[in-house]
């Protein structure tokens, strides 16, 4: 089935022949459906690097990042939320730190824990965040309910199987590396506090996180600060609840990257595509693997185009997308993307959706919504004339199937 363009069968009611004068029915005519792009209601802050959770009643918390434009990037702390029902944002209160490239977790409860990332001032950045901040949807506030033991500039995080929160990788730049810098934590967001827990068999930032199970996840790619930054073609599943030794598998991915963007999909295998390398540029990989068989299980396909800054979705039909993002094709509005791939797991094979965004960009967000649409929201390009050269979006668009 050709993807972006779907045959359904619409039976029509039965019509008199002009021919015969008896009674007679045409066959059934063929109604083709698309992916298109809406636009919908705007941010009131411009932001790229930043987080958005969808929460239990459908809205979408999109919380900091930075802004960029005119002047040097600086943090952002602002909240927003996105009601699908009215396509409207309306604020959601602002963090007490000020915070980019953090994680958001989604409690049972409808709360969100935000931890992790750092802040900008007039483009220089500052060390790490050890505070960890919950929002209360019933108050729309932040506030801070304990701390990290490390700060984890790009780690990431996600909810365990007993209800507290898996904090992974990520690290100072700013703090010499020890051994305890390799130490994952556990944040327990009841009690506000945080335990060491296992260690990575690499030290990791901006690594692609995929939860498995409610035990499992694997991490890939990334990039290592110590003795000299370089990505990573490292994929390791580890596991959470102490059943096996850590990492209880790994394998080696086609490419070194990091600023990759991967999930999992129902056939069990993680997909992951494109990303950065700072000795060949921008990929156009993407690695299929297979977790249960992680040392020999890993195989790959080309992208229609190299991307980084990209999100990746699971279309309804189990096909991956691979939505925007950044090509090196000189420091021009073409470098940053607004295509998305598509790769069709049953042929092996990638194409490009008809469907385009509406602006190019990179460093955005991408969720799922309850009606079956996808909400991208923020990120940033190049607008010539501006101060900054990059600038970020307060732009959002769904991708709707109809």
Known sequence: MKFGILIFSMILPLVISCSGGGVGAYPPLPVEHYWIVKVTGELSQARDMHTATLLQDGRVLVVGGETQGNEFPNGVAAAELYDPATQTWSPAGNLVNRRLRHSAVLLPNGKVIVLGGWDYVNGRGVTGLLAVEEWDPATKSFHVIGSLLQER??????????????????????????????????????????QPDFYLNELEINASLVPIDSSHFILMGGENGLGSWHQLDSAYLYATDGSQPNPSAGGTLPRAFSGNSAVNVPSGKVVAGGGFNQFRGIGDTISIIDYAHLGSGISSVKMSKPRMGHQTMIFPDGTVGFVAGETFTGYAPTSYLSDIDVLDLSTMKTSLLPAKLRVPRTCHTLTPLGDGSFLIVGGYNYQPGSGYGQVSLSTCERLVYQ
Do not use: H, M
């Open 153 to 194: 500039a790009g780690g990431q995080a996600f909810l365990r199987q007993d209800g507290k929160i898996q904090v992974v990788g990520g690290f100072d730049s700013n703090s010499p590396i020890t051994s305890e810098t390799y130490r994952t934590e556990i944040f327990d967001p009841v009690s506000g506090t945080s």
